[in-house]
T-cell receptor, first 114, second 111 residues
Framework: EAGVVQSPRYKIIEKKQPVAFWCNPI?????LYWYLQNLGQGPELLIR????????DSQLPKDRFSAERLKGVDSTLKIQPAELGDSAVYLC????????????FGEGSRLTVL | GNSVTQMEGPVTLSEEAFLTINCTYT??????LFWYVQYPGEGLQLLLK?????DKGSNKGFEATYRKETTSFHLEKGSVQVSDSAVYFC??????????FGGGTRLMVKP
């Protein structure tokens, strides 16, 4: 079974440029998450989707970040414009159902803003 | 709110040494507790979990016991290997399917 797939793995951009990250969750997983992981820190939730509905986006900086999950499968996270402080790893995860289940993570997309 | 605190690393051990990584949490109610591991160049993966007080999670020789009285979930392994070198994250789930992570502890095992 394929795991969570993210792309690109690495992205280097200049500040004020836009960037987008893509995530394909495990087939059949209706819950999808985007986490932010700064260097040397634990992941922090940005947004959680149940199917195509964003059910928790309280930590998403909405002035520059946006996300979508069309048709309840793939998801895209966008930053426009990027700032130096956005340099981090953006993790996507998926899970099968609500409750204390296991989250499956992708390898992450490492963003460097110059 | 929910929070997880784990010991800062790096933790450096020799092969076959005993490992303890401390984890304590703050949460209302009865959260589920997890340890995730991140090997170099790979994504986070679940190592073990416990869903109620006094439960013991175990996997690959690692163990952790859910201690409600001390709000702790310390990770232990009796004899570490070089291949255990990774970053370990303690996490809790207290609302739906949302994980709150600790800051991570890097383990380095030397041959």
């Amino acid at each position: 079974e394929a795991g969570v797939v993210q792309s690109p793995r690495y992205k280097i951009i200049e500040k004020k440029q836009p960037v987008a990250f893509w995530c394909n969750p495990i087939s059949g997983h209706n819950t999808l998450y985007w986490y932010l992981q700064n260097l040397g820190q634990g992941p922090e939730l940005l947004i959680r989707y149940e199917n195509e509905e964003a059910v928790d986006d309280s930590q998403l900086p909405k002035d520059r970040f946006s996300a979508e999950r069309l048709k309840g499968v793939d998801s895209t996270l966008k930053i426009q414009p990027a700032e130096l402080g956005d340099s981090a790893v953006y993790l996507c995860a998926s899970s099968l159902a609500r409750g204390p289940g296991e989250l499956f993570f992708g390898e992450g997309s490492r963003l460097t803003v110059l | 709110g929910n929070s997880v605190t784990q010991m800062e690393g790096p933790v450096t051990l020799s092969e076959e040494a005993f490992l303890t990584i401390n984890c304590t949490y703050t949460a209302t109610g009865y959260p589920s507790l997890f340890w995730y591991v991140q090997y170099p160049g790979e994504g986070l993966q679940l190592l073990l979990k416990a869903t109620k007080a006094d439960d013991k999670g175990s996997n690959k020789g690692f163990e952790a016991t859910y201690r409600k009285e001390t709000t702790s979930f310390h990770l232990e392994k009796g004899s570490v290997q070089v291949s255990d070198s990774a970053v370990y994250f303690c996490a809790l789930n207290n609302a739906g399917n949302m994980l709150t992570f600790g800051g991570g502890t890097r383990l380095m095992v030397k041959p």
